[in-house]
T-cell receptor, first 112, second 113 residues
Framework: NAGVTQTPKFQVLKTGQSMTLQCAQDMNHEYMSWYRQDPGMGLRLIHY???????DQGEVPNGYNVSRSTTEDFPLRLLSAAPSQTSVYFCASTRGVGNTIYFGEGSWLTVV | AQSVTQLDSQVPVFEEAPVELRCNYS??????LFWYVQYPNQGLQLLLK??????LVKGINGFEAEFNKSQTSFHLRKPSVHISDTAEYFC???????????FGTGTRLQVFP
C-alpha cells in the first residue's frame, strides 16, 4: 500500500538549475497539493489540483510550476532554482473536502 | 483570510505528565480543523480532525482535542505522555468548501524521562 510517493528524497542543486520533484499516489484521489516546510513557518501551500487538467496557485507559487496530466501524478517543477527555495517539500492527496489528507515522506532540497 | 496560531513553539514535559498544545484560528466561515504529527525526518500523520458534531474529538495514540467555537480554539491534549510522543505537532484549518489546509507554525513537544 504505497500511498503518496515522492522522489527524490534528497537533492542538491546549483543556483539556476532546473529540476522536477515527482509525486504519485495510488489511492485514486482527485485532490493533490504541494507544500513547502521551512523552520518556524509551518507548511505553506505552493500549488494544488482538484483533478486531472486543473491546477491553481497556493500561498507561495512563485518560482514553481505544476501540471496534472493524470489523476495519479502531480510533478512540481523548479524552473531556475534559487537559494530561497531550499526547503523540505511535501506532496499530499485527499479524496475530497473533509477527508484525511495523506502526505508523502518529503523531499529535502538544497540550492547552493 | 484564515490563519492559525500555535502559541507555543516548544513544550517540554516529563514522561507521564499531562500536556496541552494550544491552537487558535481565525476564519469568517465554517471550518474543518486538524492536528497532524511529524516525527523526525518523516511526513505528516493525521492525529485527529473535527468536521462537525461532538466538540470533543478523540484521535490516535491517546490524543484528544476540543473544538471551542466561541474562543476559536482547538487545543490538543493527552493525559499522560510517553517518550515516543516527542515530535512536532501542527494544527491546521480548511474552510468548509475546500481541501486546502492552512497550517500553524508547529509546536515541538519534547518528552523527558
Amino acid at each position: 500500500n504505497a500511498g503518496v510517493t515522492q522522489t527524490p528524497k534528497f537533492q542538491v542543486l546549483k543556483t539556476g538549475q532546473s529540476m522536477t520533484l515527482q509525486c504519485a499516489q495510488d489511492m485514486n484521489h482527485e485532490y493533490m497539493s504541494w507544500y513547502r516546510q521551512d523552520p518556524g513557518m509551518g507548511l505553506r501551500l505552493i500549488h494544488y489540483s482538484v483533478g486531472a487538467g486543473i491546477t491553481d496557485q497556493g500561498e507561495v507559487p512563485n518560482g514553481y510550476n505544476v501540471s496534472r496530466s493524470t489523476t495519479e501524478d502531480f510533478p512540481l517543477r523548479l524552473l531556475s532554482a534559487a537559494p530561497s527555495q531550499t526547503s523540505v517539500y511535501f506532496c499530499a492527496s485527499t479524496r475530497g473536502v473533509g477527508n484525511t489528507i495523506y502526505f508523502g515522506e518529503g523531499s529535502w532540497l538544497t540550492v547552493v | 483570510a484564515q490563519s492559525v496560531t500555535q502559541l507555543d513553539s516548544q513544550v517540554p514535559v516529563f514522561e507521564e505528565a499531562p500536556v496541552e498544545l494550544r491552537c487558535n484560528y481565525s476564519s469568517s466561515v465554517s471550518v474543518y480543523l486538524f492536528w497532524y504529527v511529524q516525527y523526525p525526518n518523516q511526513g505528516l500523520q493525521l492525529l485527529l480532525k473535527y468536521l462537525s458534531g461532538s466538540t470533543l474529538v478523540k484521535g490516535i495514540n491517546g490524543f484528544e482535542a476540543e473544538f471551542n467555537k466561541s474562543q476559536t480554539s482547538f487545543h490538543l491534549r493527552k493525559p499522560s505522555v510517553h517518550i515516543s510522543d516527542t515530535a512536532e505537532y501542527f494544527c491546521a484549518v480548511s474552510e468548509g468548501d475546500t481541501d486546502k489546509l492552512i497550517f500553524g507554525t508547529g509546536t515541538r513537544l519534547q518528552v523527558f524521562p
